[in-house]
């Protein structure tokens, strides 16, 4: 053992077992465990109420089980995260930090920063990986060039040979003593008071902590997985034996590596948190209206299954993955929604609000990625209501206006006899809203926006003020610093397998590895006046577990190259206090539909 005085900075491994960090400070000396909590860092990602609940209590476990092995968690609330470091260091005369990885933009730029500037002070930085199965800077394809489709990608990693990392922390820590500025968890204000009596709902549900996962991954293993392929999807295998088995074990893995493939894309394309991968979406007409961004939020669209999806996600902070699919394909196709503000409505209130995870689904829903939904691919909610909640028990839960809607209708009641409405108590307008849109006009509208794409794109390219690769590569304007680039070099630090920064590539002299092209044939086609789109409700393999998470000041869309604006009312950063309830509350007290269930 021996004597270094190491900070171990816990982020979002809120965890004794599987941290690296922990356990490579736990091996050379005393150990100083600290939580800072910087409401400056989150920005416009500033975590919703849910999000904030499960920190706390995460918070709270993880110092539990500090303490039983000799230490405790040091919880810091402050406005730098780079002078809480150095208190910390001062007061206990740190030798090192180290710290496990993060991939997001904002992360990169945050950690690589303090990284500098610890160095600079004359404390080493060591950081790991605790969160991936491969680092985003160890998977290219054969030409060097980062994947830009999941299957590739994920082929490759099957194929790669993992390192085995030892990350058991000792039996017992040696906490480095020091005196700091120290914050008890209530004064972190993770959680308004305004805020407790909802969010003690969620403890009936959901136990947060490490040691609560783990037991339920084992239980998941043990008693599940076998058969996790068919009741995923309601999926009915001939042969329930062993093929089975593989295929749910396949499935799983596959949804181990979109996790995965999540980080990946913010590391190597870290302009995905605000543009799209394709560069022609970046020409996409959305429609800014903050009327339907609102009806779309409150469950009010008139869809009976995407409205038993939204007040679902209201009122737990959480929906199966299937309609996060539903929900979201009906905001970017249905209503032309911004992506963008779809995927900040799913931060804003996911109980497993996760930043990358959100922004591949999104992107992946809108057709913004070349193995993504086809752009022109527009599922009929009513069709999806009666192939996965075929007798509207999911429904009639979370729409009790609609409880008494046989199984016929209860998934279009805007087609069902008056006779039937009247006896089951529905008023179409009046207790539940009429369809926000027809759906055949709803595809020709997107036809139409498709047609104004490309004309904006060949407007742009004919003018020459953009470039003619598919995939964007706009990183040079983002709010990512030089140091990101490869020539220059990282600050020294004391391990070969310290956090990376993305390589980016010139796109004239780098293109992309995969495009998603149009044909003129096809475009033709189109301009012909074919405007007969896809009406295939099948299910992909992505489409089973992307769009999370793990969820929003002007109404337009932000011309800043670096951030985006939604309505006013959804901006959880122009007031990190504000209460989504109260916002709700507020906007439908002024509106003749009444007020979101649950």
């Not at 008139?302 to 959480?318: I, K, N, Q, S």
Request: with cysteine; net charge negative; proline share 5%.
């Amino acid at each position: 053992m021996g004597r270094s005085k190491t900070i171990v900075w816990f982020r979002r491994d809120l965890r004794i077992e599987d941290n690296p960090a922990l356990a490579a400070a736990a091996r050379e000396g005393s150990v100083f465990p600290v939580y800072i909590w910087c409401p400056k860092d989150e920005g416009q990602f500033y975590p919703g109420r849910v999000s904030r609940w499960w920190l706390k209590q995460s918070l709270a476990q993880l110092d539990n089980s500090l303490k039983s092995l000799g230490a405790e968690l040091v919880l810091i609330k402050t406005d730098s995260t780079l002078e809480a470091l150095l208190e910390c260091a001062n007061a206990i005369q740190a030798t090192k930090v180290v710290f496990n990885h993060l991939y997001d933009p904002v992360s990169l730029v945050r950690d690589h920063s303090i990284k500098e500037k610890l160095v600079e002070h004359g404390i080493k930085v060591q950081s790991y990986n605790g969160d991936l199965l491969f680092e985003p800077w160890n998977i290219y394809d054969e030409s060097g060039h980062a994947f830009t489709a999941f299957d590739p990608f994920w082929n490759k990693c099957l194929h790669m040979q993992m390192q085995a990392i030892s990350s058991i922390p000792s039996c017992q820590l040696i906490l480095a003593e020091g005196k700091v500025g120290k914050s008890s968890i209530e004064q972190l204000g993770l959680e308004d008071e305004s805020e407790k009596s909802s969010n003690a709902l969620l403890g009936r549900a959901w136990c947060p902590g490490w040691s609560k996962t783990d037991k339920a991954l084992t239980e998941f293993v043990e008693h599940h997985l076998l058969h996790y392929s068919k009741n995923r999807l309601k999926i009915l295998w001939a042969n329930e034996g062993n093929s089975a088995g593989e295929e749910s074990v396949t499935l799983f893995l596959r949804a181990i590596g979109l996790r995965e493939y999540s980080r990946y894309l913010c590391f190597n394309f870290p302009f995905t948190l605000e543009k799209p991968l394709l560069g022609n979406l970046t020409y996409f007409p959305w429609e800014t209206d903050p009327a339907n961004f609102k009806a779309w939020r409150q469950g009010r669209t008139g869809y009976p299954l995407v409205d038993a999806g939204m007040r679902e996600l209201w009122a737990t902070g959480w929906i199966h993955n299937k309609i996060r699919v539903i929900v979201s394909s009906f905001a970017v196709k249905m209503l032309l929604i911004p992506w963008r503000w779809g995927m900040k409505y799913f931060w804003d209130t996911l109980l497993d609000a996760d930043l990358e995870s959100d922004i591949l689904g999104w992107q992946y829903i809108s057709g913004c990625l070349p193995d993504g939904h086809k752009l022109e691919r527009l599922d009929d909610p009513a069709i999806h209501g009666a192939k996965f909640d075929p007798e509207g028990e999911y429904v009639r839960q979370w729409l009790p206006e609609l409880a008494r809607m046989p199984a016929e209708w209860i998934h279009h009641p805007w087609n069902a006899p008056f006779t039937v409405l009247r006896a089951s108590g529905v008023e179409l307008g009046e207790n539940y809203p009429k369809p926000i849109i027809d759906i055949d006009m709803a595809r020709q509208q997107l036809t139409e926006a498709i047609f104004k794409m490309w004309e904006n794109e060949a407007a742009s390219k004919g003018s020459g003020s953009e470039g003619g690769h598919e995939v964007v590569d706009e990183s040079e304007n983002l709010a990512i610093p030089k140091v990101f680039l490869k020539d220059k070099a990282p600050p020294a630090t004391s391990s070969s397998n310290d956090q990376k920064v993305p390589t980016l590539h010139h796109p004239q002299s780098d293109p992309p590895s995969r495009k998603r092209l149009k044909c003129m044939a096809e475009i033709n086609q189109k301009q012909n006046g074919s405007q007969n789109l896809s009406k295939d409700t099948g299910v992909s393999g992505i489409d089973r577990e992307v769009s999370s998470t793990a969820e929003s000041s002007c109404m337009r869309q932000s011309s800043s190259t670096y951030s985006f604006s939604v309505p006013q009312q959804c901006s959880s950063s122009s007031n990190m206090r504000c209460s989504w309830q109260d916002q709700l509350d507020m906007e439908t007290s002024s509106s003749k539909d009444g007020a979101m269930g649950g």
